[in-house]
């Protein structure tokens, strides 16, 4: 089974963000972080503010995630792995100070609706993973993905326990990433079994899948690819095909992230919340 190794969409999308100075996505970062310690003067009366330093973070996840696909499409993987990090530590932030926030006002309804769903949060075991954060991922999935957790631990019968409470056959209709655990069985089942042949097969269905969205495309960094991968490789397996999706710089568990260099920015409490 064959698959080229990028496609024409992805080769338009990498003109569009050449277009734009790695300065315009940093913007955002700034201004998210202004609007929540200056509210009355920059905020549109139609857009609920930001009130709490939790939607600030999950507010400027979105920002990193340009940053490291504008980096992995200029090929320049060392700023991409350092800024998946800060995407993945953003969401991080956001959920910890959440916890700490209940009982303030004024939230933004979507951001609040975006974080109790968990919408980032399958994105967020992915990037830790394909940074090599181990052992914050097994921190964090302990308590809210029992089957990467499991994964993480090569505890290969309990995650085996719960594929079998997941459907064959899920409606693919339902999803276009294909990133939950439905959409993934045949990944984690070969992976379980030992069956490199089962596990490149699954996974090319699925990048074919992805690939076939009409309208965006759906990944420059495949990160749910990387960790299935990792996972692989520890029982022993490996894929042999080549996509852009998929930069071998993710793959190399001696890899680090630089936190000297790549760190949160500081988001004081304002004044009226002191």
């Known amino acids: 089974m064959t698959i080229d190794y990028s496609t024409s969409k992805r080769e338009k999308l990498k003109k569009g963000y050449k277009k734009r100075t790695i300065q315009s996505y940093l913007f955002p970062?700034?201004?998210?972080?202004?609007?929540?310690?200056?509210?009355?003067?920059?905020?549109?009366?139609?857009?609920?503010?930001i009130n709490v330093r939790s939607e600030v973070f999950f507010e400027i996840s979105g920002a990193y995630r340009l940053i490291y696909e504008y980096y992995c499409l200029e090929e320049c993987m060392p700023e991409a792995f350092g800024y998946l990090y800060l995407y993945a530590a953003s969401i991080l932030k956001a959920y910890e100070l959440s916890r700490d926030e209940?009982?303030?006002?004024?939230?933004?309804?979507?951001?609040?609706?975006?974080?109790e769903l968990g919408f980032e949060m399958n994105s967020l075991f992915y990037a830790l993973i394909s940074v090599n954060e181990f052992e914050t991922a097994k921190k964090l999935s302990q308590y809210n993905n029992k089957l990467i957790f499991y994964m993480l631990n090569e505890e290969y019968d309990k995650a085996q326990e719960i594929l079998n409470e997941i459907p064959d056959n899920p409606d693919e209709k339902k999803e276009v990433y294909y990133t939950s655990s439905p959409y993934l069985k045949k990944i984690y089942q070969a992976i379980i079994s030992g069956n490199e042949k089962d596990f490149e097969a699954a996974m090319l269905y699925r990048v074919k899948k992805y690939r076939r969205y009409t309208y965006d495309y759906s990944f420059i960094l495949?990160?749910?690819?990387?960790?299935?991968?990792?996972?692989?490789?520890?029982r022993g397996l490996d894929y042999h095909f080549d996509i852009a999706e998929i930069p071998k710089y993710f793959l190399d568990e001696n890899n680090h992230v630089d936190k000297e260099l790549y760190k949160l920015p500081e988001v004081p409490l304002r004044k009226s919340d002191v």
Not at 222 to 234: E, G, L, Y
Request: hydrophobic content about 40%.
């Open 29 to 49: 970062i700034e201004c998210a972080i202004e609007e929540y310690l200056n509210p009355l003067e920059l905020s549109d009366p139609c857009i609920p503010p």
């Open 102 to 115: 209940v009982e303030l006002s004024g939230k933004n309804p979507a951001i609040q609706r975006a974080m």
């Open 222 to 234: 495949d990160t749910c690819s990387i960790t299935m991968i990792k996972f692989a490789r520890k």
